[in-house]
């Protein structure tokens, strides 16, 4: 069976996550370099990696959107993760999130996902706007936001963290 195919970018494709992709998450999450800046700021346990993985299927099952795997578009090689969630006390709020390989920084994914993911989200209407937060030391990641056309907002604190939070409206994208 093939993966349902969500998006493609110039070079890379987003798709739903096979019932046995499970050891992709794994092998993303089980590094410092690729948790430190996520909660727990450590690789994540096995439970954890099964945990997320099947929460993948539930948000897109109930909201039509997840974050989905991410792959190579001409060599299939796993990239990392990206897509939204929904964020919030009343999980009104679409987040923005991405993942990718170590092996996979500097090489321009992160914007090319950010861009890609917010003209489809809005193309296909799932809300007027979307945010994104970061650790307050991932300069990187801010710096993509910003360069996708996000503008910084109130910071949300989590884990007793002020985050760097960042909003991007379908109007600022028509912009």
């Known amino acids: 069976m093939t993966d349902l195919v969500i998006l493609k970018t110039p070079r890379l494709v987003l798709s739903m996550w096979g019932q046995y992709d ?3 998450l ?13 909660s727990g700021a450590a690789p994540w346990s096995a439970a954890k990696v099964q945990e997320r993985f099947m929460s993948f299927f539930a948000e897109q099952a109930r909201d ?9 578009l001409d060599d299939g090689r796993f990239i990392g993760r990206a897509g939204f969630s ?4 009343d999980r009104g709020a679409f987040e923005l999130g991405y993942s990718l390989r170590h092996e996979e920084w500097g090489k321009g994914y992160a914007t090319e996902l950010g861009m ?3 003209d489809w989200f809005f193309d296909k209407r799932f ?8 650790h307050p030391d991932n300069v990187a990641s801010q ?6 056309g996000m503008r910084g907002r109130m910071p ?14 379908a109007e600022m994208r028509q912009a």
């Open 64 to 72: 039509g959107v997840t974050k989905y795997k991410v792959t190579s």
């Open 86 to 89: 929904r964020y919030g006390s």
């Open 143 to 148: 710096r993509v936001l910003t360069k996708i």
């Open 22 to 24: 499970v050891h992709l």
């Open 26 to 38: 794994q092998l993303l999450h089980s590094t410092i370099e690729t948790t430190r800046y996520l």
């Open 156 to 169: 949300i604190t989590i884990d007793g963290m002020s985050c760097p939070t960042f909003e991007l409206t």
């Open 127 to 134: 809300a007027d706007q979307f945010i994104a937060f970061t």
């Open 116 to 118: 890609g993911l917010a």
